[in-house]
């Protein structure tokens, strides 16, 4: 157990449709990152909240937007969803802006109809 | 722009025999490099780092990895195989051209182990 919690573990839903994925750190951890991994395209760097601002940005779709709030987690929000957006959702932190060991969640499976 | 490559998608090797997992890099700055194993319907867990200190760095589960820069190597081994190890192992390098620490991973490789 990584310490790093992340709800829903599986989300089923609708072409078209908006959800929101939930991430918290470690505690005392302020960095927090999101991934996407999927059959194609492997594992991703999405975005990187530090202690409630945007830090690194990578292959991130329009779409899709990520907030971390005053008490450090975070929220990934995907919206007007397509059928190539199924994939795994992870979610990592780490103790600071530049620390290099993240620690992962146990992700959440999105799958879109 | 740092990347990795993963030898071999699939790696089998006999119970109790020598594991070795191929990683190169690709990096205009020294880089930081990660080995991390995902087991089946879990997330990625964190096996080694290495951050420039010792070359040869000692992970969990009796994993190590070598770090040769002339060879822009960093591949995983462990002498004697175990059922337990049958999972996905990562390669990553830490993207240290942003402002942030995002992690760059291979494609993977997936470890099988017979008895």
């Known amino acids: 157990d990584s310490g790093v919690t992340q709800t829903p573990k599986h989300l089923i839903t609708a072409t078209g449709q908006r959800v929101t994925l939930r991430c918290s750190p470690r505690s005392g951890d302020l960095s927090v990152y999101w991934y996407q991994q999927s059959l194609d395209q492997g594992l991703q760097f999405l975005i990187q909240?530090?202690?409630?601002?945007?830090?690194a940005k990578g292959n991130i779709l329009e779409r899709f937007s990520a907030q971390q709030f005053p008490d450090l987690h975070s929220e990934l929000n995907l919206s007007s969803l397509e059928l190539g957006d199924s994939a795994l959702y992870f979610c990592?932190?780490?103790?600071?802006?530049?620390?290099?060991?993240?620690?992962f969640g146990p992700g959440t499976r999105l799958t879109v109809t | 722009a740092q990347s990795v490559t993963q030898l071999g998608s699939h790696v089998s090797v006999s119970e109790g025999a020598l594991v070795l997992l191929r990683c190169n890099y690709s990096?205009?700055?020294?880089?930081?490099l990660f080995w991390y194993v995902q087991y089946p319907n879990q997330g990625l867990q964190l096996l080694l780092k290495y951050t420039s200190a010792a070359t040869l760095v000692k992970g969990i589960n009796g994993f190590e990895a070598e770090f040769k820069k002339s060879e822009t190597s960093f591949h995983l081994t462990k002498p004697s195989a175990h059922m337990s190890d049958a999972a996905e192992y990562f390669c990553?390098?830490?993207?240290?051209?942003?402002?942030?620490?995002?992690?760059?991973f291979g494609k993977g490789t997936t470890l099988s182990v017979s008895s």
């Open positions: 990592a932190s780490s103790v600071g802006e530049l620390t290099y060991e993240q620690y």
């Open positions: 909240y530090y202690n409630g601002e945007e830090r």
């Open positions: 990553a390098v830490s993207d240290r051209n942003q402002a942030g620490t995002a992690l760059i």
């Open positions: 990096s205009s700055v020294p880089p930081y």
